[in-house]
């Protein structure tokens, strides 16, 4: 792990563990009264960036390996991420029996800030490699990719079809006393320019908000009467939904589903994490009110059964979540604000990304190593890295070095410009070549191979299949 990391998940650690505080009672004084989480388009945005920037330099350079890099990063933060959620609903009964929901809902949302490892953890070597063959991998990526396309472009077709539908006979809301609650509420809220809509739909059959852009926000109303306590409610709760951005932490989750898409578990966690964007947006409603509202709040959901497909907010409540959420409205409890195990979690979440890593093919030591016939090439330097840097080495028999390097399994490793420096006593090796200079780093279990007669000098990364026998290699060197 390098300083690096640990600096950068510590300050991120610190600053979420802060939101978390600074929104547990929420703001008094200046300044809006809800704060959005987090910027939720962080990660969907940044791999989207990187596909299109790393296909047109893909393109203009030749080079195929950019794609492979950025397809491993992608593995590796998505398989993090699928497992960590897999652990975050295994333990959230006990979490939401302790912490508040606020802190539960900021636990589904702080790996959307995975991107930063980009910079900092992908050049590192990977601890552990999952080798895989190569043969298939070509075809397992382009169904992959093909999922990914099709669950995200679903999600958002669905998202795009019921707005549409929803709207379709919508009009901005008219009725005097219903907005004035709603100047009321804005008003309290302390959002200065209203930026939402407030409309009323046939079609709607409970209180929602939806829209991803504040310019394409609408708070929707259904057709029926509420009285003004129960609109002060409403309000409420979905100016909640959207100062905190929930319709967009919707869009991050969903995101995640589309690029997990083959894990059934990362279903079932997407579910649990709405679940908990609204028990955080309860708690924030509840936190103001007296008992007698308290029941009126819990009598309004009882009351509301809606349709809130797409990346939407709304005041009703799954099956599942409908009696968790009536008992934290009635007897709310005194948990703990979780924010310091919101920022211990966002730590070693970061410094452990990259740590798994994704290998192909199964080739040999000759084919991938050494060009041309064996026997044509010939050692011209070494240099063994131990308790000092650097030390020159002479080989005792360069046959059975060059045997011993030609018979190793090995598989590419996606990160080419992943940074060995972590792994202990290298050793580096210089081979001429007919094609010329070739050098070679061996590591604990990966050999890193730069061939000066590519177009794009670079290093190529392999993970040993069983590791490399040091004590063999140990045998052949004087030192």
């Known amino acids: 792990m390098n300083g690096l990391a640990n600096l950068t998940a510590l300050v991120f650690g610190g600053l979420f563990a802060w939101m978390v505080i600074a929104r547990s009672?929420?703001?008094?004084?200046?300044?809006?009264?809800y704060l959005p989480y987090l910027n939720?388009?962080?990660?969907?945005?940044?791999?989207?960036?990187?596909?299109?920037?790393?296909?047109?330099?893909?393109?203009?350079?030749g080079d195929s390996q950019v794609w492979t890099g950025l397809v491993g990063w992608m593995f590796e933060v998505f398989l993090q991420v699928s497992l960590y959620f897999l652990l975050l609903a295994l333990v959230l009964p006990l979490l939401r029996r302790y912490i508040r929901a606020g802190a539960c809902?900021?636990?589904?949302?702080?790996?959307?800030?995975?991107?930063?490892?980009?910079?900092?953890?992908?050049?590192?070597?990977?601890?552990w490699v999952i080798p895989l063959p190569g043969g298939w991998l070509e075809a397992a990526g382009v169904i992959w990719l093909a999922g990914m396309l099709a669950v995200l472009g679903w999600k958002i077709v669905a998202h795009l079809r019921f707005r549409r539908w929803l709207l379709r006979e919508a009009e901005p809301v008219s009725d005097p006393e219903v907005l004035s609650v709603w100047e009321e509420t804005v008003e309290w809220a302390r959002i200065k320019r209203m930026r939402y809509r407030l409309v009323i739909s046939p079609q709607a059959t409970t209180p929602m908000?939806?829209?991803?852009?504040?310019?394409?926000?609408?708070?929707?109303?259904p057709q029926r009467h509420?009285?003004?306590?129960?609109?002060?409610?409403?309000?409420?709760?979905?100016?909640?939904?959207i100062s905190r951005e929930d319709a967009g932490n919707k869009f991050f989750l969903a995101f995640c589903t589309a690029v997990c898409w083959f894990n059934p578990l990362?279903?079932?966690?997407?579910?649990?994490?709405?679940?908990?964007?609204?028990?955080?947006?309860?708690?924030?409603?509840?936190?103001?009110?007296?008992?007698?509202?308290?029941?009126?709040y819990a009598q309004l959901i009882l009351r509301t059964a809606?349709?809130?497909?797409?990346?939407?907010?709304?005041?009703?409540a799954s099956a599942t979540a409908l009696r968790y959420r009536l008992r934290s409205i009635m007897k709310p409890g005194r948990k703990l604000p979780g924010a310091l195990l919101v920022g211990v979690i966002f730590f070693p979440l970061y410094v452990t990304c990259g740590q798994v890593g994704l290998a192909y093919g199964a080739g040999t030591g000759q084919a991938d190593l050494f060009p041309g016939e064996a026997g044509t090439v010939s050692l011209t330097e070494a240099t063994w890295t131990g308790e000092r840097p650097y030390v020159p080495v002479s080989c005792r028999d360069e046959g059975a070095l060059e045997d011993y390097l030609s018979s190793l399994t090995l598989y590419r490793l996606f990160r080419d410009d992943a940074d060995s420096s972590a792994q202990d006593q290298p050793l580096l090796l210089t081979y001429d070549t007919p094609k010329g200079p070739l050098s070679m780093t061996l590591w604990r279990n990966y050999v890193t191979v730069m061939p000066s007669w590519e177009e794009i000098t670079q290093w190529h990364n392999y993970y040993v299949s069983g590791g490399l026998d040091w004590e063999r290699l140990g045998q052949l060197f004087d030192r």
Not at 25 to 33: D, L, M, T, W, Y
Not at 228 to 235: A, G, Q
Request: net charge negative; with cysteine.
């Open 25 to 33: 009672g929420e703001q008094e004084g200046r300044g809006r009264k």
């Open 40 to 61: 939720s388009g962080v990660l969907p945005s940044y791999v989207i960036m990187m596909l299109v920037l790393n296909g047109m330099y893909a393109g203009w350079e």
């Open 105 to 127: 809902a900021m636990l589904w949302i702080i790996p959307n800030y995975l991107y930063l490892t980009y910079s900092t953890n992908r050049h590192t070597m990977p601890r």
């Open 209 to 221: 908000s939806i829209g991803l852009l504040w310019t394409s926000t609408r708070v929707v109303l």
């Open 226 to 241: 509420y009285t003004p306590e129960e609109l002060k409610l409403i309000f409420r709760h979905e100016l909640v939904h």
């Open 266 to 296: 990362m279903w079932l966690a997407v579910r649990r994490s709405s679940e908990d964007l609204e028990l955080s947006c309860d708690e924030t409603v509840l936190s103001e009110l007296e008992e007698g509202e308290r029941r009126q």
């Open 306 to 316: 809606g349709d809130s497909r797409g990346f939407t907010t709304c005041l009703s």
